[in-house]
Nanobody, 124 residues
């Protein structure tokens, strides 16, 4: 069982930056692929990016590529989402998720555990 807790959300102006953190319980954090998803009001939850257990490989949705960076610190059981050049369209609740799959999935069904989410609001 893995418990995930996101933090770092808030209100930021367009063009600004935020760093989200996701702290995980458990002693096998490094064995999980970690993903970030987001859900805007009235929209479906969508894939933002993912990172392999080792942290060597990352994958991003086209909408955030070049602006967002995922990293992890396995010693701290934490994964991060650095968000730069934020746009109003990035406004959403951001969720981290853990997957026991070998290859990082892009669909929600591929993830076994979810955090409660943290709100990110980007004002114009």
């Amino acid at each position: 069982q893995v418990q995930l807790v996101e933090s770092g959300g808030g209100l930021v102006q367009a063009g600004g930056s935020l760093r989200l953190s996701c702290a995980a319980s458990g002693r096998t954090f490094g064995s999980y692929v970690m993903g970030w998803f987001r859900q805007a009001p009235g929209k479906e939850r969508e894939f933002v990016g993912s990172i392999t257990g080792s942290g060597i490989s990352t994958y991003y949705a086209d909408s955030v590529k070049g602006r967002f960076t995922i990293s992890r610190d396995n010693a701290k059981n934490t994964v991060y989402l650095q968000m730069n050049s934020l746009k109003p369209g990035d406004t959403a609740v951001y969720y981290c998720a853990a997957s026991s799959r070998i290859y990082p999935p892009r669909n929600m069904d591929g993830y076994d555990y979810w955090g409660q989410g943290t709100q990110v609001t980007v004002s114009s």
